[in-house]
């Protein structure tokens, strides 16, 4: 069962992979690995169709791992470096099979949670132009109970924003997801 406890713990245990990567690696590694993170989430929710009625897609923990070029899962290139089974590369991978994923905790969950995390652990506490109110780290909401879903393979080709244009945010953000475009940008 997901709890206000295991959200906490995950997000602890992605503080410890932080702590143990500031020491081991370069800034840029540092910030690939968890940059990752937010687009392997991003990747998973954003082939969100709420127009598609039988297969609206979504936060499942699905990706299409054929990212080679021209293949269907091309847009997730680079995302097999922060999900494969090399406990050295994908430290996040490793830390969902040996605590989180057999104890009922979906992957689609598991990411949202950790992106969370990455975002969590990257903002800082700021104070308004005034000087009068403080924030906090960013902390986003979060609801478990995302189901996953095995069969990914060329699913979310099509869905997935391209990488030029406003045409290509309003087709996956405002005309899929239904955003608006103050949400979208």
């Not at 127009?51 to 923990?61: K, V, W």
């Not at 979310?156 to 290509?168: E, I, K, M, N, T």
Request: one cysteine or more; charged letters at 25%; aromatic letters at 12%.
């Amino acid at each position: 069962c997901f709890t206000k406890t295991t959200y906490d713990e995950i997000i602890e245990d992605i503080r410890a992979i932080f702590n143990t990567l500031s020491v081991v690696v370069t800034d840029r590694e540092r910030g690939h690995f968890f940059g990752g993170i937010v687009r392997l989430a991003a990747h998973d929710f954003m082939d969100y169709d709420k127009n598609d009625r039988d297969f609206p897609q979504g936060p499942d923990g699905c990706i299409d791992w054929n990212t080679g070029a021209g293949e269907t899962g091309a847009d997730n290139a680079g995302l097999e470096t922060i999900w494969c089974d090399d406990p050295l590369l994908c430290p996040l991978k490793t830390l969902y099979d040996s605590k989180y994923g057999n104890n009922g905790i979906g992957r689609a969950d598991f990411w949202v949670v950790a992106a969370n995390a990455v975002i969590k652990l990257s903002s800082v506490e700021w104070t308004d132009t005034e000087g009068v109110n403080t924030y906090p780290n960013l902390d986003l909401p979060f609801r478990y109970g995302r189901v996953d879903f095995d069969g990914c393979e060329g699913i979310s080709a099509s869905r997935l924003p391209g990488a030029q244009g406003c045409d290509q945010v309003e087709k996956t953000f405002i005309t899929q997801m239904g955003l608006d475009w103050t949400d979208a940008v």
